[in-house]
């Protein structure tokens, strides 16, 4: 599969290439359609501590790279790519590394969230990094139902959060499990930072969902400049252009790297429904 063209060009939809210049690359195009990025290395749950620290070096690479050509972009990181199911101790250097050089050059590293397993984990590194360095966020699942309280103590402590519904399986104890309970969730929350947040990032394709923030803020009196939405690279992108058009803030989640078809066989084997998904967004514009 990842040597097929035609598996190539399934990804190029999806994926900016699988090099760090093809990601800068495609990042001046987004920049110039009036949009924000936050790159991903594709690679999570590596199996060794050197595997962890090639990732932190890529994403350091990616932080200099930004930085050095202007581009208006961060970077997003996952904590099994960093490490955390070998060594928390490891995970935790990696990661302050990066945060480190992210306050120095003014810019944002965004923690992914992965599954439940690591959630509790993954909020305590990042409000133990954001104390000392603030150039880090968190992500924030709509279909947990510990969010709200997770979304309050976020607020609380200034530590900027990116609101999605959620992709992993996970069991009833810990997750809704029917799409109007996570979609209800995911609204609630999304006042609840809009609101009170620091520029919170509503990611999400839903039109429902968009209509939603954008009457909330009309209502509120919002700034628009005080969030963002948040989408992935190649999935609507004509709604992409309509808010762009209509004056607001938009930022895409850019993966690269060589480790493209695991990402997408992960996702699918997480939820099936993503197959689905996948498939209307490669008709779509």
């Known amino acids: 599969m990842e040597t097929s063209a035609l598996a190539k060009r399934l990804s190029a939809r999806f994926v900016a290439g699988e090099t760090l210049a093809d990601v800068l690359r495609a990042g001046r ?5 009036g949009i924000a990025l936050t790159i991903d290395h594709l690679g999570e749950n590596v199996t060794s501590l050197p595997e962890a620290e090639a990732s932190r070096d890529v994403c350091l690479n990616a932080l200099n790279e930004i930085a050095k050509n202007g581009i208006d972009g961060n970077v997003s990181i996952k904590l099994t790519q960093f490490g955390i199911a070998i060594s928390e101790q490891a ?16 810019s944002f590293v965004r923690v992914d969230m992965e599954s439940s397993e690591y959630t509790e984990r993954t909020l305590q590194l990042v409000c133990d990094l954001h104390a000392q360095y603030k150039a880090v966020g968190a992500v924030i699942q709509a279909y ?7 979304v309050e103590m976020l607020c609380r402590r200034g530590i900027r959060v ?22 209800a969730n995911f609204v609630r929350l999304m006042k609840l930072l809009l609101a009170a ?4 990032a509503i990611a999400t ?9 954008k009457s909330f803020v009309l209502a509120r009196n919002i700034a628009r400049e005080s969030f963002e939405f948040q989408m992935l690279y190649g999935i609507r992108r004509d709604l992409q252009r309509a808010l762009v058009a209509e004056g607001y803030r938009l930022r895409l989640y850019v993966p690269f790297g060589k480790a493209w078809y695991p990402y997408f066989m992960r996702r699918l084997a997480e939820r099936p429904a993503n197959l689905v998904f996948l498939a209307r967004n490669l008709v779509r514009e």
């Open 162 to 183: 990116r609101l999605c519904k959620g992709a992993y399986l996970e069991p009833l104890q810990v997750a809704f499990q029917k799409k109007r309970e996570v979609n």
């Open 205 to 213: 394709h839903d039109p429902k969902m968009i209509e939603e923030a």
């Open 197 to 200: 947040g620091i520029y919170p």
């Open 144 to 150: 947990l139902h510990r969010s709200e309280k997770d």
């Open 29 to 33: 195009r987004i920049n110039s359609e």
């Open 91 to 106: 995970c935790r250097a990696n990661v302050e590394q990066l945060v480190r050089r992210a306050g120095e050059l003014n």
